[in-house]
């Protein structure tokens, strides 16, 4: 298949079309919780951010669904705004069932020139769902919640990969379109927008609230104290290769974090362990 083909952009929408999910955030099984673990759930920091990261989503994504003008790739992108904005309707139904206190969002502004911000916020979601993934896998085997909640999300981090999948091959697809998909040229491009995006999380790890964007690459000390970044970035990997192992191999999936990853663990492979422990030691 020729990347840039009307073949490529039936298959990246089909694929994402066909595996889209109903279900009403309010109707889904939410377990009741004891004192133990609901007070651990309202203790977690990162609510109100990730509720203002899916209604931004939302409506960034919804309000460039109606800039575009092809009419499969703009069924497409609106059904994507659907379910991020549904994502704020099941974090908004969490914290209103489980009591987590949080003041009243201010509402959403949204760019006239939405392009640039819908590729920003594109190249920044496939760096966080692929930290999201570890963080996922982390919460669930610290078994702190009910199975049932996981569940419940358990979907909802499928639906993310769905999204930086369509992403990515949308890119693709558009630079290609537009006379840009000479690859040493679009290669440049992608690694200047997840730089900019990277820069992002790079801030976060110097700060210490959890709450800031990139909640996901830095809340996993919430579930566990005795992580190891090599463990970390193993988890991350598999869930990373089991998740878009559902799809398409000839549709382009996000790269760059799982290659950074794996690299990351052959270096750490070669430093002795006491001296990696005295590492870890030190940075925590």
């Not at 952009?9 to 079309?17: D, I, N």
């Not at 969490?94 to 006239?112: A, T």
């Not at 998740?243 to 799982?258: H, T, V």
Request: aromatic fraction near 12%.
């Amino acid at each position: 298949m020729k990347l840039g083909s009307v073949e490529h952009k039936e298959l990246f929408c089909r694929s994402f079309t066909e595996s889209y999910r109903e279900y009403e955030p309010e109707y889904l099984p939410w377990p009741d919780l004891d004192d133990a673990a609901l007070s651990f759930l309202r203790s977690i920091p990162f609510w109100e951010k990730a509720l203002d990261t899916e209604r931004q989503a939302g409506a960034i994504i919804s309000a460039y669904a109606q800039t575009v003008s092809d009419p499969i790739l703009q069924a497409t992108t609106a059904l994507q705004g659907q379910e991020e904005l549904r994502h704020a309707r099941l974090l908004k139904t969490l914290i209103d069932r489980y009591g987590i206190e949080m003041p009243e969002r201010p509402p959403v502004e949204v760019p006239q020139n939405i392009e640039p911000i819908f590729t920003r916020f594109g190249f920044e979601e496939c760096l966080d769902t692929f930290f999201a993934y570890g963080l996922f896998a982390i919460a669930r085997e610290a078994n702190v919640f009910p199975e049932s909640i996981f569940t419940i999300f358990d979907p909802i981090i499928d639906e993310e990969t769905r999204h930086i999948v369509f992403f990515v091959n949308w890119f693709t697809y558009t630079q290609i379109r537009r006379g840009q998909g000479f690859t040493p040229l679009r290669s440049i491009k992608t690694l200047w927008h997840y730089g900019k995006a990277l820069s992002n999380l790079i801030a976060v790890f110097g700060n210490d609230d959890a709450s800031r964007t990139g909640f996901a690459a830095t809340g996993t000390n919430i579930f566990t104290k005795d992580l190891t970044l090599e463990k970390f970035l193993h988890i991350c990997l598999l869930e990373n290769q089991r998740r878009m192992s559902k799809y398409d191999p000839r549709l382009l999936q996000p790269q760059l974090l799982p290659r950074l990853a794996n690299f990351t663990l052959s270096i750490l492979q070669l430093i002795p362990k006491r001296k990696l422990q005295n590492i870890e030691s030190a940075s925590a």
